[in-house]
Every structure is written in structure tokens, then in C-alpha cells.
């Protein structure tokens, strides 16, 4: 038997490695990341984060005596604030949609209107992802908001 023979029988390390990193990327893609995917937690926060939102737009209001119209674009899935820059970006691994007044319209399509005397057009903000769902409930009358944690169906 010959040294060149043994010396190339077998795989180097550079060969191995290459070979683990090929298949590292590839599984980067195949297989989703829990990283990026939305927990319960991270979806209670958005429904209270979506709060927070219409209900410092709903202040503005009252303290400014005038209307305040948060914006809700499905497609796009963003909460924008009627004062102010503040905006909440949806991801797309959860399910979005909102259940708004006819009242609702504003100049700059759906959202929710807040008067100076602290009503609103009222609506539902429904967020879930699988059997974890919460409802941003505004009330139209009182123009208060509330977070309910409800069972997806």
C-alpha cells in the first residue's frame, strides 16, 4: 500500500465542515425559527400595546377638544396613532382583523375616531394566532378600551 493512498482516503476537516455549514443554511430555511414566531406573551403584549395606542389617542382628544382618528390598515397590518408618530407593526404569523363602525371612516381610510367629549365610533380589534386570541374592545359610548383574552375558534 501506498502513502498517497492513505493519505486520501478520508474526509479533511475543511470537507466536514463545509458539508455542516451547507446544511446549517439549508435548514435555516426549511424549518421556520421559534425566534421569529409569536408566543402568547408576545400577542398579549400587541393586544395591550394596541391599547395603550387608542387610548393615548383617545386623552389627546379629550385634552385638545377635537377628534382623534387612529388609523387600522388590515393589508398592511399597522395601527398607526392619530397624534403622533407612534405605530404598531403587525407580524405576519398572526391573524388580524377589526370590526369597525360604519362611523368609523376617516380621511385616511378605517380607524377609530375619538371626540372631544371621550366617545367613539366604537370597534373590535381581533389578534390570535392558533387557540390564543384577544380582542381590543372600544367602547362607543364611554370611548374606553379594554383588552379581552378570548379561546380562538
Not at 24 to 40: C, E, G
Request: proline letters at 2%; a negative charge; glycine letters at 8%.
Amino acid at each position: 500500500m501506498s502513502q498517497t493512498g492513505t493519505a486520501e482516503s478520508g474526509f479533511t476537516l475543511i470537507e466536514i465542515v463545509s458539508v455542516m455549514a451547507i446544511l446549517a443554511i439549508t435548514a435555516l430555511f426549511v424549518f421556520p425559527s421559534p425566534l421569529h414566531q409569536t408566543t402568547r406573551a408576545s400577542l398579549q403584549q400587541l393586544a395591550y400595546e394596541t391599547a395603550s395606542l387608542l387610548e393615548a389617542d383617545r386623552l389627546v382628544a379629550i385634552r385638545s377638544h377635537t377628534s382623534i382618528a387612529s388609523h387600522i390598515d388590515t393589508r398592511k397590518r399597522i395601527i398607526h396613532a392619530g397624534q403622533g408618530q407612534r405605530q404598531i407593526n403587525l407580524p405576519q404569523d398572526i391573524a388580524f382583523s377589526a370590526d369597525l363602525s360604519g362611523t368609523c371612516q376617516t380621511d385616511q381610510g378605517t380607524g377609530i375616531v375619538f371626540y372631544a367629549n371621550g366617545h367613539s365610533c366604537g370597534g373590535v380589534i381581533f389578534l390570535s394566532k392558533g387557540d390564543v386570541a384577544f380582542e381590543v374592545r372600544i367602547q362607543w359610548l364611554t370611548g374606553g378600551v379594554d383588552v379581552v383574552a378570548k379561546t380562538a375558534s
